[in-house]
């Protein structure tokens, strides 16, 4: 979960909230840094979906989602967003992450 602004990290840590109810391991990246390089260091880490945050997707109620299967950038509920990502783990077993959720509070190597 990418917020736009340091502004929009109440509502991103709200959803992520959400989505974290669904057994889904999700993080804020509110890291000090730009926009683009916080996705561009999400895309290299393999991260498979990466929400963008910001006024234009609190007004709508849809997501931003870049989904790095496919390179498409889609508008989605939260809803579709958690029942596809329920789909792609179904099978998988889940481990809570034992590190923070927000990016900055990670230890830095």
Known sequence: MIPVSSRFEKD???IVEKIGKN???VDVDDRPLTMQKKIREA??????YVVV???????SGLLAVRDRRTGEIRQMKL??????IGRDVADKPFKRSVVPQR????PQF
């Open 103 to 106: 990016l900055s509070e990670r």
């Open 12 to 14: 991103a840590e709200k």
């Open 43 to 48: 895309e290299t880490e393999w991260i498979n």
């Open 53 to 59: 945050i910001g006024q234009k997707e609190i007004d």
């Open 23 to 25: 057994s889904v391991r």
């Open 79 to 84: 809803e579709e967003l958690v029942k596809e």
